[in-house]
């Protein structure tokens, strides 16, 4: 079961969602790999390393929440 959960963060981290929108400040482009990471914020082509760092931080803490919770579950059933 290990094994089949280090596969599958593997086969996430692999993986890229990126969105663009055209926007008012104009074209915003967002890429995160699959298990969540920031991999590239930019504006009109020019990254801005400023909001990738504060996305990182706000999606890690996220995670964090999340995880608190599901452990929590567990917890109950184990």
Same mark, same amino acid.
């Given at each position: 079961? =290990? *094994?089949?959960?280090?596969?599958? +963060?593997? *086969? !996430? &981290? /692999?993986? =890229?969602?990126?969105?663009?929108? *055209?926007? &008012?400040?104009? !074209? #915003? =482009?967002? $890429?995160?790999?699959? %298990?969540?990471? $920031?991999?590239? $914020?930019?504006? %009109?082509?020019? =990254? %801005?390393?400023? #909001?990738?760092?504060? !996305?990182? %931080?706000? #999606?890690?803490?996220?995670?964090?929440? /999340?995880?608190?919770?599901? +452990? +929590? #579950? @567990?917890?109950?059933? @184990?």
């Amino acid at each position: 079961m =290990r *094994q089949q959960a280090q596969a599958i +963060q593997k *086969q !996430l &981290a /692999a993986e =890229r969602v990126e969105v663009i929108k *055209q926007t &008012a400040k104009g !074209l #915003l =482009r967002i $890429v995160l790999s699959g %298990d969540q990471k $920031v991999q590239e $914020v930019s504006w %009109d082509g020019v =990254r %801005d390393a400023e #909001l990738e760092a504060t !996305l990182s %931080d706000a #999606l890690y803490k996220s995670q964090m929440v /999340a995880a608190g919770k599901l +452990q +929590q #579950l @567990t917890e109950g059933h @184990t």
